[in-house]
Structure formats: C-alpha cells, structure tokens
C-alpha cells in the first residue's frame, strides 16, 4: 500500500507560517505597548519632579518672580499634554495588541483544525491499512488451510 499523504499538507505549511508570522506581530505589538508605558510613567515622573522643585521653590514663604511661575506653569501645561498624548498612543497600541492577538487566535482556531483533519485521515488510512493487512492474512490463512486438509 502506498504511504500516507495528506492533501492539504502545503495548506497545512502555509498555515503554520502564518501563525509564526502572527505570533511575532502579537509580540511586537506587546513590546511596543511596554515601551509607550514606560515612557508615560517616564513623563509621569518628570511632571513630579517638576511639581516638587516648584513646591520647593514656593515654600516656606519664598518670594518668587513671576517670569518662574510661568516658566513652571508653562512647563507643567506641556507635561501634561505629553502625557495625555501619551495615554491616546498607549490606548492605539491596545488596540492594536488587541487586534494582533484576534488574528492569532483565528489563526490558530484554522491550524488546529486542519491538524485534527490531518490526524483524522492518518487515523483513516492506519484503518484501512490494518484492514488490508488482515484481508491478507485472512487469505494465507485460508491458502493454508486448504493445503492441510
């Protein structure tokens, strides 16, 4: 008998190639969004050092001009534009983790059923296989018998 082959073996590579290439889509997209939240912690602790040089700067009944309150006020306004910036990028990159790990999974989803179908046949052709071979035997068992009477 001829050795198994499954028809949709290329479909079967082709498949698997996909979901590496979606499982290092998924893993950047995750990289990705770690960075932007290190970078908004990183914005969130310079609008805090900037608030405690200030509440340094203002204690204790200092006298301080008005061209450094504004310099402050100006710098505080800008940090909190780059965090909230920040925030919008870091919810994009949600998303797009999201969406990343959707197609993986529907990806894997078709993998695996194509592995069951593959299994499915091989287990198909392991009986038929078995039953051949028993046909066989039940043939040179019978040829056996009719030589010994």
């Known amino acids: 008998m001829k050795k198994f082959k499954f028809q949709l073996e290329t479909l079967l590579k082709v ?3 996909k979901k590496d290439d979606a499982e290092l889509k998924f893993a950047e997209a995750s990289r990705y969004l770690e960075a932007c939240r290190a970078k908004l912690q ?3 602790r310079e609008l805090q050092e ?3 040089e200030f509440a340094e700067l203002t204690a204790e009944g200092k006298t301080v001009k008005v ?3 504004m310099t402050y006020n100006s710098f505080f306004n800008w ?3 780059q965090i909230e910036r920040q ?4 919810l994009k990159a949600t998303q797009d983790k999201q969406q990343k790990l959707k197609i993986l999974m529907q990806i894997m989803t078709y993998l695996k059923s194509i592995e069951q179908l ?3 046949r091989r287990n198909e052709y392991n009986a038929e296989l078995l039953a051949e071979e028993q046909k066989l035997l039940d043939e040179i068992g019978l040829q056996l018998s009719m030589r010994h009477p």
Request: hydrophobic fraction near 25%; proline fraction near 0%; glycine fraction near 10%.
């Open 42 to 44: 990183e914005l969130i």
């Open 67 to 69: 061209g450094v309150i």
């Open 15 to 17: 498949t698997r190639r």
């Open 79 to 81: 940090k909190r534009n």
């Open 118 to 120: 593959k299994e499915k």
């Open 87 to 90: 925030q919008d990028v870091i």
């Open 50 to 52: 900037g608030q405690e």
